[in-house]
């Protein structure tokens, strides 16, 4: 994959939460990775949405180093890239501030899969993470951010769950290419609005049972998968 | 009714329920049937519906034969085949996973008839499946889906209960034709949305009075009705 | 007011109650009342609003009888005319099934004045019907409806507290005019989705004082109001 | 700052908070403060969105007096004046009834920091004011509103703490200009949807740590601040 491909893909993935109404002024922030070079391609910090070009966008490498771009890169650069060293086969990070989802990292509670949507893109809850240490906090706050992501993940796959609430904060989502990761961020939103009514109807609501979970996950991922024109 | 108008009607059904912002992404599928020559005309599946056009439709027979069409139907079509195969006077079927109606269908809680809006489409609750076992699920699982669906009326009349939600699924809506069941499918959904506020507003909120209820529904529906022009 | 000047004035209400998302497909109905004349101009039943024209509205007497138009007029007429001959000052009536103010006619509890927005506009709770009998809804069923809400009235001022929740079903609003009372029906619909809120953040919400209340609504109506351009 | 260019960004402010969805019908004005000139111009009352000009704001002193202008200024200009006052370093004030914002201020509930989205731009919780004893509702009731918000901050900073909740009524937010006021009750109504929907879903959701709230603002506003461009 050419830079400017990756730089044309990452700006769409921008526009893609923005349209889908993810997106207050500036909150939030995609991200494009590719393997082969070990650059990583992100928003500016701050920079409206309606102004932005490709060649704004800031390219680093995976130290953060800032390979091209004359302005800063957004300040969640660093949880990006740790994603990105410890997620083997994500290529796409987006963080947004997206209503439903940042409630659910507000309340600290794991979204739980409900029904076949969840389901159909998710093969299991959508995890909150342990709350920060203060001196987390106080030093190196973006990187420690994604340690926190990468501990609450140790038992799970990052490809078959490709979303975290940060506890308090709101919601980081990923996939195999930034598009993805920006689809997924749509539909995690969906879920965590979907959620937020089920529970509020019946504060008993169930987990969907493990073996309809699977049967629509697997519909759509994998080798066994029969959704969709292939 | 020519194969011709069938297409356009359906293609129209599925623009109609993405118009009314039942649908994100490609979730959802509207058909159509003709009694008369046995077949059934879907969308194919995973096609998003800015693109669609009638020619891309797939055309079955009411086995799920491909009769026309080059794309694979929704894999939603045998859910369809067997509503069309059961339940007389049905002539389009309508799947979307609408917000609030889905909420309902994760909270496997029928949605009662609590208003005269309910009841001018309605003659009864709206009723949630018995969640289906894990072999019916393993095997031929969209059959299976609608064989619980035409379980669930086995006491009621599809045509005075237009609607179902699949337990932790999503609703399916059907009518005399796809119009029909795409106006339904938007109709489910502002009832779902009645329901949840009613009940966040009063937890006890009541049925409507069954007198209250079959005066609006054959206010519209029947020999005696006179709403509209007619 | 001359009879073309009325049916502009209630297809422009009509309009008004669509573009402010109070109406979905075609439920709802504006309509006109001029004293002088004793004409009432009211929406014709089941037409939809995109191809309404001022011709098509119908024009009766206080008594329901058709004085001009070919169509049949809303089913509701009968309520807005019972409305009209009872309550003085009153030149408009406007009803839909506005998503919030049903939810609480659904739930059959008065919507409480719980803030200076209310009482701006309204000064007092607004208040639901009592449910009618069987015979009631049997026969007349529409008449009995406007009588329903005319004995809810017996101690309010209409033009105090211009809206009324039919118990189950839906608003009816009005005003000294068809366009006041298509802004009263917006500011109704407002009214609910705030009380909806407030009541789901604080269960134990509590009126206005009325000292605070009656301030508000005076700042806007009768002689020692200020607020606007007089 | 000359007045055409104060005039201008009150325009736009008020334009804003109408484009971003906070204003039904007339509620709600923005004004802007020149400290140097020690001139305030504010929204006319009443006057529909729309059709406002530049030349239609009303432009007086700090005591209320007007300077330039047609059109009585809106009812509420005697709680801006009083907040110009009294806030040093405060040149904007925008009071509106956003739905959510509203809704808190009708539950008498502060809206307490649960979350980054809300550390980024308060220090702490949203405040409401104490009610108002008749006396002060009867006699100079905008005056007195005035007042007991700036009672409200007797311990709190009001650049850090950039809005009100007034009891019982609506909103106020204000800022280092117009544009920062209209910017902030944007973000108000926006904490407050966040907080309805994290308190509906864990009833005990608890408020954001100090040191992460401290960080999140910090991160934004003061000398160590370090996102955006700078």
């Given at each position: 994959?050419?830079?400017?491909?990756?730089?044309?893909?990452?700006?769409?993935?921008?526009?893609?939460?923005?349209?889908?109404?993810?997106?207050?002024?500036?909150?939030?922030?995609?991200?494009?990775?590719?393997?082969d070079s070990?650059?990583?391609?992100?928003?500016?910090?701050?920079?409206?949405?309606?102004?932005?070009?490709?060649?704004?966008?800031v390219?680093?490498?995976?130290?953060?180093?800032?390979v091209?771009?004359?302005?800063?890169?957004?300040?969640?650069?660093?949880?990006?890239?740790?994603?990105?060293?410890?997620?083997?086969?994500?290529?796409?990070?987006?963080?947004?501030?997206?209503?439903?989802?940042?409630?659910?990292?507000?309340?600290?509670?794991?979204?739980?899969?409900?029904?076949?949507?969840?389901?159909?893109?998710?093969?299991?809850?959508?995890?909150?993470?342990?709350?920060?240490?203060?001196?987390?906090?106080?030093?190196d706050?973006?990187?420690?951010?994604?340690?926190?992501?990468?501990?609450?993940?140790?038992?799970?796959?990052?490809?078959e769950?490709?979303?975290?609430?940060?506890?308090?904060?709101?919601?980081?989502?990923?996939?195999?290419?930034?598009?993805?990761?920006?689809?997924?961020?749509?539909?995690?939103?969906?879920?965590?609005?979907?959620?937020?009514?089920?529970f509020?109807?019946?504060?008993?609501?169930?987990?969907?049972p493990?073996?309809?979970?699977?049967?629509?996950?697997?519909?759509?991922?994998?080798?066994?998968?029969?959704?969709?024109?292939?």
């Open positions: 994959m050419t830079l400017k491909a990756l730089r044309e893909e990452v700006l769409e993935a921008n526009l893609e939460i923005v349209r889908r109404g993810l997106v207050l002024y500036t909150f939030g922030n995609a991200s494009g990775f590719d393997p070990g650059q990583c391609v992100i928003k500016p910090s701050g920079v409206p949405y309606d102004v932005l070009t490709p060649d704004q966008l390219v680093t490498d995976l130290n953060g180093t800032i091209e771009g004359d302005l800063r890169p957004s300040s969640d650069l660093a949880t990006h890239l740790i994603l990105y060293r410890n997620f083997p086969g994500v290529a796409g990070v987006v963080h947004t501030h997206s209503r439903h989802a940042t409630a659910w990292a507000q309340a600290r509670r794991d979204i739980p899969c409900l029904g076949t949507t969840h389901a159909d893109y998710i093969r299991g809850p959508i995890p909150v993470t342990e709350p920060m240490s203060p001196a987390d906090i106080q030093h706050y973006e990187l420690n951010t994604g340690h926190a992501i990468v501990r609450r993940f140790r038992e799970l796959d990052p490809l769950t490709p979303a975290v609430l940060v506890s308090g904060h709101a919601p980081f989502c990923w996939g195999p290419s930034p598009t993805d990761a920006a689809h997924n961020a749509v539909i995690v939103e969906e879920l965590a609005h979907l959620a937020f009514l089920t509020t109807i019946n504060a008993n609501a169930e987990d969907l493990d073996h309809l979970r699977d049967k629509h996950f697997l519909r759509k991922h994998g080798k066994e998968a029969y959704y969709g024109q292939r």
